[in-house]
């Protein structure tokens, strides 16, 4: 018997029923008893909003649909399976949802040179209470009706569902029930199935008991990191130390669970067909020992990118986001604090396809300077590791009460070993800038324009401050400074900054003139 209540139709479905459907097949004869994932990921590091894996308040599942969760993983699993001599029909339920059934391979490692798989299907047309009710469309069922605490059952004939559940009982009368509470069906109609099942047409030439291996990809499976940070200011307030930690998110939305499961990450950029789904990042990680006995990640590098093994078993149930720690915190990390003005509006900041002798094109300015922390990832500064794709928070110790305040938080892509870090943390409160047009002449029949740009930054603070000025030179890419107040550096071929010492309470002024030909 099979029982659907409301609200929510939720369908309840009893042991017995099951039977009803499988007696046409051989069921695999144990679960899988050794599951391992690998996960690929594209999510950008932050963006997937916390609505798309928190609880519907009703308790219907999770917002929203598994699919629009980025990223894939690799599942593999091992089973024990009966099978007969010659040719027999295995089910292997408990398979994800979002299954890419063209990726599944099969091998028996018990005989693999005689078992393989002639024919498969998936079957995922599951079972729920719209899908019920069509089913047994002219077939009788009975609904229960409350009235305070009374029940009103009625059974009959289901002829519609459209406007209510409509009964037909055996004299041909007709009933329209409205606001029903429970739903009796006799028996699971044949086609429906409460779990996403791979069905094999297997040929064996040993009969018996087999031990296999499974494998297939599946979507709805996404990680990336989060990095914490607590930042603290040294004596000169440009530079400082901070503790770094890492987290490891994973959200598992494939529609299976995976109990004790191997985990390994993998970070970089895996190339993959053009295909409707996402291509994948994989991550790295370094294997720690931890007070409890527990392991931690080991990291390795795995073709191009960087493989993060889990050195122990973690269940991953489905519709659930699970923290992992990455790595233990690095302490005492020099860093340094550095402001940057660009007074360029963010527009104009990149490469045209022609000269821009417009005098007005890019002629407004931004007073805000960026904040940004600088650090190393370096083994003598407490790093030199991989450090996956990801956001970083940063925090800072109030010392009147001891608390951590949130400064800001930034992403940061793959980083090597030995590679710096720039953590842009927000625009600064005390320091401003002002950056304007003070000459522009243009020969477009001798091809050159030159252009004359005066940079004005205030300090407020209570103490010096560096900052450096980053100038876009955008008007074409054959460029040449012909005057300047003071020297500057060459970033690449269309950035140039100047470093801009301010006192407390103090001023300073850049110009510099810039000739542009074509």
Not at 98 to 113: E, H, R
Request: aromatic share 8%.
């Amino acid at each position: 018997m099979i029982l659907i209540k409301s609200p929510g139709m939720r369908v309840i479905v009893a042991v017995a029923a099951l039977g009803i459907w499988l007696p046409c097949s051989r069921a695999a004869a144990a679960e899988a008893d050794a599951v391992a994932l690998t996960i690929y990921s594209t999510a950008s590091p932050g963006a997937i909003s916390p609505d798309l894996y928190r609880p519907q308040p009703s308790g219907g599942g999770y917002n929203p649909a598994p699919a629009a969760i980025p990223g894939y993983a690799v599942v593999k699993q091992e089973r024990e399976l009966s099978l007969d001599k010659g040719r027999s029909t295995v089910r292997f339920s408990d398979v994800a949802a979002l299954i890419d059934p063209t990726t599944v391979t099969f091998a028996s490692l018990t005989d693999p040179g005689g078992t393989q798989v002639v024919e498969q299907n998936y079957e995922f047309d599951l079972v729920n209470a719209d899908k019920l009710m069509q089913r047994y469309l002219d077939r009788t069922i009975t609904v229960e009706q409350n009235h305070g605490d009374n029940v009103s059952t009625f059974t009959g004939t289901l002829t519609s569902t459209a406007g209510g559940v409509i009964l037909k009982d055996a004299n041909g009368g007709v009933q329209i029930i409205n606001g029903y509470s429970n739903v009796r069906f006799p028996e699971l109609p044949g086609g429906l199935i409460t779990k996403p099942t791979l069905v094999w047409d297997v040929s064996a030439e040993k009969a018996g008991p087999h031990r296999t291996r499974v494998s297939y990809q599946t979507g709805g499976m996404t990680w990336w990191t989060d990095y914490n940070v607590i930042f603290a200011e040294a004596k000169d307030a440009n530079s400082g130390v901070l503790d770094l930690g890492a987290w490891v998110s994973i959200i598992n939305q494939s529609g299976a669970g995976y109990p004790d499961a191997k985990l390994k990450l993998i970070a970089g950029d895996v190339h993959r067909a053009p295909t409707s789904q996402p291509r994948p990042v994989m991550a790295e990680m370094a294997m720690r020992k931890r007070a409890d006995g527990g392991a931690g990640f080991e990291e390795k590098s795995f073709f191009e990118y960087h493989l993060y093994t889990l050195g122990r078993p973690t269940t991953l149930p489905d519709n659930s986001t699970k923290q992992i720690e990455l790595f233990p915190d690095a302490r005492g990390v020099p860093c340094e604090k550095i402001l940057v003005y660009y007074g360029l509006p963010t527009g104009f900041r990149g490469v045209f396809p022609n000269p821009v002798t417009d005098r007005n094109f890019g002629a407004e300015s931004n007073p805000k300077v960026d904040v940004y922390l600088r650090f190393k990832n370096a083994r003598d500064h407490g790093l030199g590791i991989p450090l996956p794709s990801g956001r970083i928070r940063v925090s800072k110790l109030d010392p009147a009460d001891k608390s951590l305040e949130f400064i800001g938080e930034d992403t940061i892509d793959h980083t090597p070993k030995d590679e710096q870090v720039m953590i842009k943390l927000g625009d600064a409160f005390d320091v401003v800038g002002e950056r304007k047009q003070v000459d522009f002449k243009v020969d477009t029949a001798r091809d050159w324009l030159e252009e004359e740009i005066e940079i004005k930054l205030r300090n407020h603070k209570d103490e010096p401050v560096t900052v450096l000025v980053k100038e876009n030179l955008y008007r074409w890419v054959n460029w040449e400074i012909v005057q300047k107040t003071q020297d500057y550096e060459k970033v690449d071929a269309r950035t140039i900054q100047f470093p801009v010492q301010l006192k407390q309470d103090g001023e300073a002024t850049v110009r510099y003139r810039v000739r542009y030909t074509w």
